[in-house]
């Protein structure tokens, strides 16, 4: 009730309204879609930018956004399946990509033969592993929500 009344201000005054990414609970959620790619084969055992080597067969990813050590749950947005990963390296560095995952994840979002797929990225603060992640991903939610759609 409190949205509907909300935008029916904001179309009236003709000024942006921006609605709040929040789960049911009301906490802030980061968020972001895009294009979803996965590494390819040749960067198993190289080292990603926390230092320790990429394993394809853990649900790790690359995001220029997240934190280091962040956790987030990727969905592809054609299938629906989801996965938990966490972040440990950098990039993509391809225009329109959100998130490089490894060939598990990639497995699990069923993006594995076409490579690329449009996903989800969602990132709470509830689900981080440390205090100094948390409120990172809290500080980058609540602004993501104050900036105009």
Do not use: C, W
Not at 7 to 27: C, M, N
Not at 36 to 45: K, P, R, V
Not at 87 to 116: F, H, Q
Request: a neutral charge; hydrophobic letters at 30%.
């Amino acid at each position: 009730m409190v949205r509907a009344a909300a935008v029916a201000i904001s179309l009236v005054f003709l000024t942006p309204l921006t609605v709040k990414a929040a789960d049911q609970d009301g906490e802030p959620v980061l968020k972001q879609q895009g294009k979803a790619s996965y590494y390819g084969d040749d960067f198993h055992g190289k080292k990603t930018a926390t230092g320790e080597r990429l394993d394809q067969d853990k649900l790790t990813a690359a995001s220029k956004t997240l934190p280091p050590g962040s956790k987030a749950t990727v969905t592809n947005q054609e299938t629906g399946k989801s996965v938990d990963v966490e972040i440990n390296d950098r990039g993509p560095y391809a225009k329109g990509r959100v998130i490089d995952v490894t060939r598990k994840a990639a497995e699990k979002l069923d993006m594995k033969e076409d490579g690329v797929a449009p996903v989800t990225v969602e990132a709470r603060p509830s689900q981080q592993p440390d205090p100094e992640v948390k409120e990172k991903i809290t500080e980058k939610a609540e602004a993501q929500e104050k900036k105009p759609r």
